[in-house]
Nanobody, 122 residues
């Protein structure tokens, strides 16, 4: 049974940092791409960052380039999203997802986590 469990969200001030974690089970991180999406009422759903199956490549939305970093730790079955210099527009529910790269980019990954709220206060 595939499971993705996010953690690490919260309420922070502008300019702060947060590190989100996504612990997975039921599949191997080395076999799939992993992504972080976010959803807010203002912007809808957006693919924020994605890392390929081998961990050798990552891509980012323009809005987070230089501030967010996606990584994964295969030994711990965990994917991370390090978020620095957070801004109010980063406020959203962040979802971890697993799938193949093209499906992830298309917004149709195979499985989603339950989401974790990130709120950035000015």
């Amino acid at each position: 049974q595939v499971q993705l469990v996010e953690s690490g969200g919260g309420l922070v001030q502008v300019g702060s940092s947060l590190k989100l974690s996504c612990t997975v089970s039921g599949f191997t991180l080395e076999d799939y791409a992993m992504g972080w999406h976010r959803q807010s009422p203002a912007k809808g759903r957006e693919l924020v960052a994605m890392i390929n199956y081998s961990g050798s490549r990552a891509l980012y939305a323009d809005s987070v380039k230089g501030r967010f970093t996606i990584s994964k730790e295969v030994s711990n079955n965990t994917v991370y999203l390090q978020m620095n210099n957070l801004q109010p527009e980063d406020t959203a529910v962040y979802y971890c997802a697993v799938g193949h790269g093209p499906d992830m980019v298309a917004g149709s990954p195979h499985f989603w986590g339950q989401g974790t709220q990130v709120t950035v206060s000015s």
